[in-house]
């Protein structure tokens, strides 16, 4: 198989956190986000929505969007479940993976922020109030949520699922940015046990062929 992938992207992330949950292993295909790889025409051949991730399995099968390659994976491949199987406990996990994959992280990408300064003229200071504001909203629900439904030491349980995917990825980001992530006491517990995980240090952006300090 192999990924097309940035190793500062969450959704390249997401999908590197779930392939190594399930053991599976990839070509690691790098697209320079900061460079602009996104846009060349032979990249658009790849992905028509110029971004990561992007799987070409070894039937050939091309899947952009690392929400439903995470799931194709979970379906085709076996090993460790992602999406639990039984219907409460997979909406619950596709209610925390969507309040960050559908809420939280499109409002903050490369090409929203870019767009926020180049197009609109918002400065720095702009930009990052901006990022803070969508973060706190998203992670003030993403705490109720873990309180209310959550049991740990993972989002959902003694394993790591599809939530665990979204939310290590989201955290970095938004450590990254410099936000405050302090009264996210379930959150940031979440994110530190899972950086125990194997899985979760090989896809760590410090662990890629990419890697630019
Ligand atoms: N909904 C898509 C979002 C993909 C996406 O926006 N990826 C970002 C990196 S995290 C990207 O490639 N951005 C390129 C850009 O902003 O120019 C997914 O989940 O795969």
Known sequence: MQLYSFFNSSTSYRVRIAMALKGLSYNYQGINLRAGDQHSEDYQQVNPAKGVPVLVDDDGVSLSQSMAIIQYLDDAYEGHRLIPQDALAKARVLEFSNLIAC?????????ILGYLVK???????????WYGHW?????????????RYGSGPYCFGDQPTLADCCLVPQVANASRFGCDLSPYTRVMAVYEHCLQHPAFKEAAPESQPDYID
Request: no cysteine; hydrophobic share 45%; glycine share 6%.
């Open 135 to 147: 973060i706190a909203e998203g992670f003030v629900a993403a705490e109720k949520l873990l309180e």
């Open 103 to 111: 809420d939280m992280h499109p409002v903050n990408n490369l090409r």
């Open 119 to 129: 197009n609109l003229g918002a400065d720095d200071a702009q930009k990052q109030a």
